[in-house]
């Protein structure tokens, strides 16, 4: 049985369809650990209901960035996971922490590859959309050999058309209707796939 380990800042609805995709059987592995940097994470929540151990690893005042890295691998490692899944998780990581873990960081972005690095992915697709310069977005899940934003070799992709006529409301929910589909998917052949 393969050991994920989920990344998550904020609601965490990913995270639940990867607990809910473990649980069914879709995905040959265990959620053993969820570990989050935001004290107000929901994502915290849902672990704890779940009976699924987390951690709250909260950057100090002053503290670089490579130091904090290194104390959050040490956390992740200590759960020993075949993969690491980032999971709406809101910060950059650096090589203090993606060496540890090589070949086995997985991220889910809502965007296509390429295309809208960073934060507000969905409403700045929607913005291009109204302006009339976009039709589609959509969703990706790729391995984080490097500290690349929101880049990286594409495990799988998805098209997730934009109605500039609709609300944002309703192409935020089929974005994040895609993502729960996507990385579950895409768990599911990576852990099938591993022998590790
Ligand atoms: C998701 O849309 C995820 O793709 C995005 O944060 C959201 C988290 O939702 N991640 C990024 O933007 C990474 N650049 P969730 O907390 O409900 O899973």
């Known amino acids: 049985m393969q050991r994920i380990v989920v990344l998550a800042s904020g609601s965490g609805s990913n995270l639940q369809a990867v607990i809910a995709g473990c649980l069914n059987n879709v ?5 053993v650990g969820v570990v989050s940097n935001s004290p107000g ?6 672990a704890v209901d779940a009976g ?9 005042d002053g503290e670089a960035r490579r130091h904090y890295d290194t104390r959050l691998a040490d956390a992740v490692a200590s ?16 090589s203090q922490f993606l060496d540890r873990f090589p070949g086995s960081v997985v991220n889910l972005h809502p965007a296509l590859p390429g295309e809208l690095p960073g934060t507000n ?27 690349g934003v929101d880049d990286g070799p594409v495990l799988a992709s998805r098209v997730v058309p934009v109605d500039a006529s609709g609300t944002l409301d309703a192409f935020a929910a089929a974005i ?3 993502e729960h589909q996507l990385l579950v998917a895409t768990l ?3 852990c099938a796939s591993d022998s590790s």
């Open 27 to 31: 995905i040959d592995a265990d959620v």
């Open 121 to 147: 992915a969905i409403e700045r697709a929607w913005g291009e959309a109204v302006s009339g310069k976009r039709i589609a977005s959509g969703v990706m899940v790729h391995l984080v050999p490097d500290e």
């Open 176 to 178: 994040h209707d895609t």
């Open 79 to 94: 759960f020993r996971p075949d993969w690491v899944v980032l999971a709406g998780w809101m910060r950059l990581l650096t």
């Open 52 to 60: 699924i151990t987390a951690e709250l690893i909260v950057q100090n």
């Open 188 to 190: 599911a052949g990576l």
């Open 41 to 46: 994470a929901h994502a915290l929540t849902r």
